[in-house]
């Protein structure tokens, strides 16, 4: 079992719906990340929230809006995406961005932009 | 720019045998590597770790050497097995003012039985 948790598993949506992407970890770890990855291509990384905080924004478009209410739960709001954004989304997290520590992942959320 | 490349899209391995699963880097400012594995509908799964101050790294079955100077990592897993059939993805981070995760492009092997 993943220790991080994501819902949904699964999202197919309209291009002018508006969702929302969850990420729960339990493990007092205070770097959480999101990545996208599309078929065949290594996870890319999208945010990272440092102690509730965004510290990097890797130039993603402004239909994609990261929140970290906690420090167990962290958030992707999703409005007006594209078909290109049909991809795989995960969530991560670590112990803090500096330390030599793996990223725990977790499932992901498949999203089908219609 | 891939700044972490892993060549070999697939590898095929006989179960008792050694796998090795290779990544190449460009960036000299990565200073922790990682290798995941990633089975179909799941989240990469951590296995091993190096630091750039080391050069071999030993957990079980898996092992990974980093050779610094020709910015070269590789996983060996020995004896292979069945159930170690997924695809594998070499990561490195860099350290030049942000703390980010750089993923390779994944190996796939298949461990035959």
């Known amino acids: 079992d993943t220790e991080v948790t994501q819902t949904p598993k699964h999202l197919v949506m309209g291009m002018t719906n508006k969702k929302s992407l969850k990420c729960e970890q339990h493990m007092g770890h205070r770097a959480m990340y999101w990545y996208k990855q599309k078929a065949k291509k290594p996870p890319e990384l999208m945010f990272v929230?440092?102690?509730?905080?965004?510290?990097i924004n890797e130039s993603v478009p402004s239909r994609f809006s990261p929140e970290c209410p906690n420090s167990s739960l962290l958030n992707l709001h999703l409005h007006a995406l594209q078909p290109e954004d049909s991809a795989l989304y995960l969530c991560?997290?670590?112990?803090?961005?500096?330390?030599?520590?793996?990223?725990?992942f977790g499932d992901g959320t498949r999203l089908s932009i219609l | 720019d891939q700044q972490v490349k892993q060549n070999s899209p697939s590898l095929s391995v006989q179960e008792g045998r050694i796998s090795i699963l290779n990544c190449d880097y460009t960036?000299?400012?990565?200073?922790?590597f990682l290798w995941y594995k990633k089975y179909p509908a799941e989240g990469p799964t951590f296995l091993i770790s190096i630091s750039s101050i080391k050069d071999k790294n030993e957990d079980g079955r898996f092992t990974v050497f980093l050779n610094k100077s020709a910015k070269h990592l590789s996983l060996h897993i020995v004896p292979s097995q069945p159930g170690d059939s997924a695809v594998y993805f070499c990561a490195a981070r860099t350290t030049s003012g942000t703390y980010k995760y750089i993923f390779g492009t994944g190996t796939r092997l298949k461990v035959l039985a």
């Open positions: 960036n000299s400012m990565f200073d922790y």
């Open positions: 991560a997290s670590s112990r803090r961005t500096g330390q030599n520590q793996p990223q725990h």
């Open positions: 929230y440092s102690y509730e905080k965004l510290s």
